[in-house]
């Protein structure tokens, strides 16, 4: 930990660039730009330290400079090692926003330093708030907890290069000072997680009694789940696919692990440019709706010969095998969209001395596997559309940081306990409200007869809790 830096970037002279595309961000984040005219006069984040772990890209930056006209003190790092846009950062680290510590291409060893960084203040002190994407931030403060609690944690030996790199900054971390991360855990107030896998782990956390402060599931809001993970990854996927490789869609087959939100944009995407699309499925209600949406639904084991494309979208783990890549076609590609690395086995890869690599250009890599025929690997299994894109188009992601925003707000002003919660629905509507001018919906107003007819109230909330959209 160095707490003499202000930031670390690429290349503060982007900020110039990041700056104009920043600008022309705010007419695509209606909801940010509302946020700001309603609360910012409000400053309900005043007084308040919050971390950010969220890929670093322009619409984060726009998300970071709403917090900070909230009144929030920010330090921030990347959820994931190649998901930064250096402009972004750059622009951020320049008009000192946040203290930021990203740049596209860490190594994990940098990744954690860039966490550690972010959650931690020059007075030794942590966040109040945190705003994370996936929970790596979430998961450093409690792995620190359970460290101080057991430092026989510290010498044991972990099953990933990720999880052991995580125990030596722990390690260095506790050498220093032996009670940081519980004094900075008692401190947080809460954090709102972002995406479906963090979320996971936050619910993984409170059944187990683990959780030590309170949550907020910002993926499950409607205005989050049933449009970033869907429609944002519609255009990302093939946004990172085409930016990687160039490859024609059409008349390709593309076989889709998981038909989820995540899955679903993936597949009606890759159909959209003419590629005929599988599906791999566990959870037959998923499976079912693939196939009434008219993809055949099949296994990776039928589908590994067959396809040309392959996009994991589960948040599981070693979806893709790596007797599944021995059977793939010469030039297969495979990507990842899901939150880690893990849904494909890279380490059947890595660790096969008969697998031989040879990279085509940053997060475009060729393997030759023991079957004699090349794969391209993309973003080294990572996500694919912030790996080799720039992540979902601002308008969408207006939609999440809106909820982001408001989750912040209700764990600064509200009194919540050690449990994880979900937006109101009021507020869900709230934010979809926000995005209708941008694209000049008109929408129909209940009258109070229809409003007493179907029992609801004439400015909503129109649907109960359990309704699925
Ligand atoms: P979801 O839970 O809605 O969908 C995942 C689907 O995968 C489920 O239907 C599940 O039954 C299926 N599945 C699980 N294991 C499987 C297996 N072994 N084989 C085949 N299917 C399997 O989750 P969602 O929201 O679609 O998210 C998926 C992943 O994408 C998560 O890791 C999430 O964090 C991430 N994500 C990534 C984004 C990006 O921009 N790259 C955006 C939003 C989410």
Known sequence: YDASLSYKVADIELADFGDKEMQLAENEMPGLMA????????????????????????????????LKILGADIRWASCNIFSTQDHAAAAIARKGSAAVFAWKGENLEEYWWCT????????????????DDGGDATLFVHQGVAVEK??????????????????ARLK????????RWTRIAESVKGVSEETTTGVH????????????????NVNDSVTKSKFDNLYGCRESLADGIKRATDIMMAGKIVVVCGYGDVGKGCAHSMRGYGARVLVTEVDPICALQAAMEGFEVTTMEDAASVGDVFVTATGCYKVITGAHMEQMKNEAIVCNIGHFDNEIAMDYLDNNPK??????????????????????????GRLVNLGCATGHPSFVMSNSFTNQCLAQIELATGD????????????????ARLHLARLGVKLSKLNQVQADYLGVPVDGPFKPDHYRY
């Not at 007084?47 to 670093?56: A, E, F």
């Not at 550690?116 to 705003?131: C, F, K, N, R, T």
């Not at 971390?173 to 009670?179: I, L, T, V």
């Not at 919540?416 to 934010?431: A, H, I, S």
């Open 150 to 167: 057991d430092p026989s944690l510290l010498e044991k030996a972990y099953d990933s290069a990720d999880e052991q790199l995580l125990m």
């Open 172 to 179: 260095s971390s506790f050498e220093n000072d032996s009670g």
């Open 355 to 380: 697998c031989k690599k040879t990279a085509i250009k940053p997060q475009v890599d060729m393997w030759t596997l023991e079957s004699g025929r090349t794969i391209i690997v993309l973003a080294e």
């Open 116 to 131: 550690e960084q972010a959650l931690v203040w020059p007075d030794g002190s942590g966040p109040h708030l945190i705003v």
């Open 201 to 216: 782990r936050l619910y993984h956390l409170s059944q187990k009694g683990e959780l030590l402060f309170p949550a907020f």
């Open 416 to 431: 919540y306990k050690t449990d994880v919660y979900t937006l109101p629905k009021k507020l869900d509507e709230e934010v």
């Open 35 to 66: 946020v700001r005219e309603k609360y910012g006069p409000k400053q309900p984040l005043k007084g308040l330290r919050v971390t950010g772990s969220l890929h670093m890209t322009i619409q984060t930056a726009m998300l970071i400079d709403t």
